[in-house]
């Protein structure tokens, strides 16, 4: 189990700053509509009531801790309810809990994660080892569309059309630029006081030249950044367009990643969610063996499952995790010249 404390800071000053830690009349953990102090993000579930009073620590600091449901690791949505000058402020938030989910290192205790959060062992029917690798692959195969392991590739000095061949880990090239090669790179790395040397007369001043300088960079970033190429996800080749060269070809590619990267890897930090989406897809499995028992006319009854709500629960998830995947990988990968 984990404690995990909630911290919020009441500031006062003018508009646009600066501003001071200032104590408020009354602090306390309460959304606008008093539904709730902290909620689960996932399921909504209360874990703090609404009006639960933050203890004060210092000027204008007020917290509050609670220990979070074994396994623990989940994501918390809360709001701070603050009164001031008969005035009343909230300010939501969210905090994540240190999962035990990121000591799951070993197949093993992959296999027993997903067992546990399914409720093993139950009167239905259960998942075979193959089944549970399944999901587990499937998980793999979601993170790796959006959590690329980045490859940062340089083909030096080409001058006529390139074709790289990928190696079959490739998921996908995701960003090509142009650089210029290295010899006319030199000098960008060379200080000021070494440029002013070797400038003609006369002499620039050094505001003018930092100007000139800035311009230049900028003219070598927008130069040739956008060159034609096209992937062959069939062949693994990179196709690039070199034209009036020679130039620097610069490249990033996507690679599989697996679960031993993502536990125990350079992308443990997506431990939790993947393990969460592991179960996700183990849900969706179940969900499909189980439904076909449900509806049975019995002695007792219509025989039901909960076939249904294990479906609901797994497509609620992946949607969950594969939106945050996707701002991720939103970013643009920009190059530094020099």
């Known amino acids: 189990m984990s404690t995990i404390t909630i911290r919020r800071t009441f500031e006062v000053g003018p508009e646009g700053g600066p501003y001071t830690p200032t104590n408020v009349t009354s602090a306390k953990l309460s959304n606008p509509t008093g539904a709730y102090g902290v909620k689960r993000h996932d399921t909504g579930v209360v874990v703090v009531p609404d009006g639960t009073d933050l203890t004060h620590i210092g000027t204008g600091v007020y917290e509050y801790t609670y220990t979070e449901v074994p396994p ?10 603050f009164v001031y000058g008969g005035e009343t402020y909230h300010f939501s938030g969210s905090v994540s809990g240190a999962s035990t989910a990121c000591e799951v290192t070993t197949w093993d205790q992959v296999v027993d994660y997903i067992k546990r959060k399914l409720g093993y062992p139950t009167v239905q029917v259960e998942l075979t080892p193959d089944q549970i690798t399944d999901a587990v692959n499937d998980a793999s195969r979601l993170f790796s569309r959006y959590t690329f392991v980045m490859r940062n590739n340089v083909l030096r000095e080409q ?37 002013l040397t070797h400038m003609a ?26 060159p034609d190429w096209r992937y062959d996800p069939e062949s693994r080749k990179l196709y690039v367009d070199v034209w009036g060269g020679p130039y620097d070809v610069f490249y990033i590619t996507g690679h599989l990643v697996t679960w031993e990267t993502l536990l125990t890897g350079s992308k443990r ?50 949607t969950d995790v594969e939106g945050k995947l996707k701002k991720i990988a939103h970013g643009r990968y920009q190059v530094t010249i020099g």
């Open 72 to 81: 623990g690791g989940y994501t918390y949505d809360y709001c701070v309810e």
């Open 159 to 195: 001058s006529e059309s390139v074709v790289a061949q990928l190696d079959t880990s490739t998921t996908g090239v995701y960003y090509v630029c142009f650089l210029f090669p290295e010899s006319e790179r030199d000098i960008l790395r060379m200080n000021i006081f070494e440029i």
């Open 201 to 226: 007369y006369p002499p620039m001043k050094v505001g003018e030249w930092y100007m000139m300088r800035m311009f230049f960079e900028m003219f070598q970033r927008v130069r040739g950044t956008e």
């Open 269 to 318: 930090r997506y431990a939790t969610e993947f393990l969460r989406t592991c179960v996700a897809y183990a849900m969706l499995t179940l969900a499909r063996i189980r439904g076909k028992f449900g509806g049975i006319p019995t002695p007792g009854g219509t025989l039901t499952t909960d076939a249904e709500s294990l479906r609901t629960e797994g497509n609620t998830t992946l």
